[in-house]
């Protein structure tokens, strides 16, 4: 166990739906952020929040946002979603945003949408 | 930009082979590098990092050398195990900036 949660495991759902990604940090860490992992497409970072604020902003579609809550667990949310947007979704965390610090990842939510 | 260009798996090898993946990097500045590793189902690991030039990052079993003049830092183990299997990520970090990952290597071990 990572110390970083992320729910579901796994997602099923419909074209032009809209689902809901949940991160919980590891404790204590601040950052929080948001990767796709597709067959074709390797990790692509969408997005980075630090303590609540959105930090950078990678290639993340305008279907879809995120958001980090004052608890700092973090939602990545889908919309109108494309059978392209079947993919791994990960999240990772980390205590501070200095060079040598790695991030600490989750096991992920596969979402297939069908 | 920052980038990280890995070797191009997959790479299947005999149990107990020397393994060399290949790890070069582009960066305007002096990043930390890492390697990940991403077992099956699971998520990333890290597995080992250097914060600058010429540290060895090492964890079991596996090193890399952060090379300066080559821009490199080149994952290796001596013997590699069937549990070795997995994917494996090089990274850089520059500042407070993302982790930027390479592409990933495939590495198959059989028995």
């Known amino acids: 166990d990572s110390g970083v949660t992320q729910t579901p495991k796994h997602l099923i759902t419909a074209t032009g739906q809209r689902v809901t990604l949940r991160c919980s940090p590891r404790?204590?860490?601040?950052?929080v952020y948001w990767y796709q992992q597709s067959l074709d497409q390797g990790l692509q970072f969408l997005i980075q929040?630090?303590?609540?604020?959105?930090?950078a902003k990678g290639n993340i579609l305008e279907r879809f946002s995120a958001q980090q809550f004052p608890d700092l667990h973090s939602e990545l949310n889908l919309s109108s979603l494309e059978l392209g947007d079947s993919a791994l979704y990960f999240c990772?965390?980390?205590?501070?945003?200095?060079?040598?610090?790695?991030?600490?990842f989750g096991s992920g939510t596969r979402l297939t949408v069908v | 930009g920052n980038s990280v260009t890995q070797m191009e798996g997959p790479v299947t090898l005999s149990e107990e082979a020397f393994l060399t993946i290949n790890c070069t990097y582009t960066?305007?500045?002096?990043?930390?590098l890492f390697w990940y590793v991403q077992y099956p189902g699971e998520g990333l690991q890290l597995l080992l990092k250097?914060?600058?030039?010429?540290d060895k990052g090492s964890n079991k079993g596996f090193e890399a050398t952060y090379r300066k003049e080559t821009t490199s830092f080149h994952l290796e183990k001596g013997s590699v195990q069937v549990s070795d299997s997995a994917v494996y990520f090089c990274?850089?970090?520059?500042?407070?900036?993302?982790?930027?990952f390479g592409t990933g290597t495939r590495l198959t071990i059989i028995p």
């Open positions: 990772a965390s980390s205590v501070e945003q200095g060079a040598s610090s790695g991030y600490t």
């Open positions: 404790s204590g860490d601040l950052s």
């Open positions: 929040y630090y303590n609540g604020e959105e930090r």
């Open positions: 960066a305007t500045g002096y990043p930390s």
């Open positions: 250097a914060t600058k030039a010429d």
């Open positions: 990274a850089l970090k520059l500042g407070n900036e993302k982790l930027t």
